[in-house]
């Protein structure tokens, strides 16, 4: 217990912390903050600027008040939080807005919600299904009838000569016959099969490692995830020039489809990073400095523009390493469930 809040742990992962801000430290920055506002006030009689801060009508303090507080509170929270060594994972909760009354201590409580300790599951036990897949010969004469409909050519007859045309329209001028052509087709059709089923085993992976190492993201860090989603979408409509009911129209979509896919990513996100997290520090899977630079020269040459000082910055370094660590764990734990020879035979 400390002489400004207490704290009591509503289960492993919520924590309630009842705090009081001293009545003379919450006047001494309403003070500050009522004389600012005089500052700016207009009243007969007085030089704009010179109004004594007690002629500031009731309703103008009473917001000052509110004001005030939102100011104050955080650093009080801040500093229990330090002490307690608590990290929230979304902003702490107010349970009710606090009477501010004059010349009494404000109580206020808070909600903080925490990321529960996980550990990780047996990796080992994770069963996937891969299976052999085969392009059809009614898949190549598809993608030849759909070339044949949308690519002009001289050539009318699907033929050696057609199959020259074509080959130059796609970037193919090794081909020669129709055969090779066929050849060529079969390979892409193989290709992209074995691209989109690698990305299904990787995320029916993800999926069972989440659920053998009894993942639960709290809701309040879902939910608060999702906001940032739509924060930052409700920016970038805003830097295009582009109105939000606009875009839904065009879309087909309502806002609340938006919002509920966005809780669904914000959960499928969290889960993932938690998970791999986990992974990555069970197999003290590490990134040497070397690595670091290697990744921070690529993201330097890819944005030519960017604000040089950030790839000094020490937190915006420590960022990047942490992604690349989570990274390379995904890259381990696919190759241990999915087997490395898997992995090189659809790479």
Known sequence: MNDFYTKKEINEYTHEFEIKIPADNFKHSYDLLIQEYAKDSDIKGFRKGKVPADMINNQVKEMVKFETFEKVAPLYINTALSKENVEPIAPPEYKEIP??????????????????????????????????????????????????????????????????????????????????????????????????????????????????????????????????????????????????????????????????????????????????????????????????????NSIKAS????????FSNPQWREYIKNVERKEKGFRQYIGEVLGKDFLDEHN
């Open 99 to 296: 009477k501010i009354l004059d010349g009494l201590d404000i109580t206020f409580t808070i909600t903080v919600t925490t990321m529960p300790d996980f550990k990780l599951g047996d990796v080992s036990k994770i069963k996937i299904d891969k299976k052999k897949l085969k392009v059809e010969d009614k898949e190549i004469e598809d993608a030849i009838e759909d070339l044949k409909k949308t690519q002009e050519t001289k050539e009318k007859e699907v033929n050696d000569k057609w199959a020259k045309e074509i080959a130059k329209v796609i970037n193919a001028e090794d081909v020669k016959t129709l055969e090779e052509l066929k050849t060529k087709i079969k390979d892409a059709l193989q290709s992209q099969k074995d691209h989109y089923q690698l990305h299904q085993l990787q995320d029916e992976a993800l999926r069972q490692g989440i659920e053998i190492s009894k993942i639960e993201i709290p809701e309040s860090a879902i939910k608060f995830e999702a906001s940032e989603r739509e924060k930052a979408f409700n920016q970038d409509m805003q830097s295009k020039g582009v109105k939000i009911e606009d875009f839904l129209k065009a879309n087909n979509i309502t806002i609340e489809k938006m919002r509920e896919l966005w809780l669904k990513d914000a959960k499928d996100a969290l889960e993932a990073d938690t998970f791999l997290s986990l992974y990555s520090k069970e197999n003290k899977i590490e990134i040497t400095d070397e690595e670091l630079e290697q990744k921070i």
């Open 303 to 310: 944005q030519p523009n960017a604000d040089k000082n950030i």
